[in-house]
C-alpha cells in the first residue's frame, strides 16, 4: 500500500464517444494525470483495481450497464475510487440521484475545462486520504493480529475502562501479570497511552467498544469488545 501510495494518480474515463474520451484525456493528461480510457461499463470492470489515488470520470448513458448502475457496484468494491459524471443532457433527478448515492460531482457536456479539472482534483485528494485510512487500518489489524488471546482479553478490558485489579479479577489473574500484559499489548499495538489505545480499538472495530459504567463490578462490567 505504501508503494501504491507514492505512485502518481489515475483518472478513468469511461465514455462510449470516441470523441470525448479523447478530449478529456488530452485536457486530463496535459494537467499531469495518467489517464486510462474505457468505452464500456464492463471493460472498466474488468480492471484491476487502482492501489494509488484515482478517480472515475464517468459518463451517465453508457450502452451496456448505465452509470448510475456502475456507480453502486463501484460504491461496495472500490469505496475509495470518486466518480465524476458527465451527461448530454441536464437531467435534474439523475443529478440528485447521483450526488445522493456519493458522487463526487456532476457536469453537463460540454463542461468547463477548468471546473472540470478542479472536481478532478478534489476528488484524487479524497482518494489519497482514503487510501490512507485504509493502510493505517490494515497496518493495526496487522499489530492487532500479533496479540496473544489473552492479550486480546486484557486490551478488551482495559480500553473499556477497568482498572488492573478489575482486569485481574475477572480474568481470575494477578494484577501483576495483568499489567505485565498490558506492558506487551502497548508495546505490540505501538500505543503511547491508555486514550491511544482505545482509539486504536474504535478504528478496528467501530461502534463495537463499551465503556464499563464506574459503578459496575468487575464481573457485570464484562465486554466482548474486540473479541472474535
Known amino acids: 500500500m505504501e508503494n501504491a501510495l507514492n505512485r502518481g494518480p489515475v483518472v478513468f474515463i ?3 464517444d470516441v470523441s470525448v474520451r ?3 484525456a488530452g485536457l486530463i493528461g496535459f494537467a499531469g494525470f495518467d489517464v486510462e480510457l474505457f468505452t464500456s461499463a464492463q471493460d472498466f470492470l474488468r480492471h484491476p483495481h487502482a492501489l494509488r489515488p484515482n478517480c472515475l470520470v464517468l459518463d451517465v448513458g453508457l450502452p451496456d450497464l448505465c452509470g448510475l448502475d456502475l456507480q453502486k457496484l463501484i460504491a461496495a468494491d472500490r469505496p475509495d475510487m470518486p466518480i465524476i459524471f458527465l451527461t448530454g443532457r441536464h437531467d435534474i433527478p439523475t443529478t440528485v440521484g447521483a450526488m445522493k448515492a456519493g458522487a463526487a460531482d456532476f457536469f453537463t457536456k460540454p463542461c468547463d475545462d477548468e471546473a472540470l479539472l478542479q472536481a478532478i482534483r478534489e476528488a484524487i ?3 489519497s486520504a482514503a487510501l490512507s485510512a485504509g493502510a493505517e487500518v490494515s497496518a493495526l489489524q496487522g499489530r492487532y493480529a500479533s496479540l496473544t488471546p489473552r492479550e486480546r482479553q486484557v486490551m ?5 475502562g477497568l482498572l488492573s485489579k478489575q482486569v485481574s479479577s475477572e480474568l481470575g489473574i494477578s494484577e501483576v501479570t495483568v499489567k ?3 506492558g506487551q499489548v502497548m ?3 505501538h500505543a503511547r497511552s491508555i486514550a491511544t489505545l482505545v482509539n486504536m480499538a474504535w478504528r478496528l472495530h467501530p461502534g463495537r467498544l463499551q465503556a464499563a459504567p464506574a459503578s459496575a463490578s468487575p464481573q457485570a462490567s464484562r465486554q466482548d469488545c474486540l473479541q472474535h
Do not use: F, N, P, Q
Open 14 to 16: 469511461v465514455d462510449d
Open 187 to 189: 508495546r505490540k499495538m
Open 180 to 182: 505485565l500484559h498490558r
Open 22 to 24: 479523447e478530449s478529456l
Open 125 to 127: 485528494g479524497r482518494s
Open 156 to 160: 478488551a478490558l482495559v480500553v473499556s
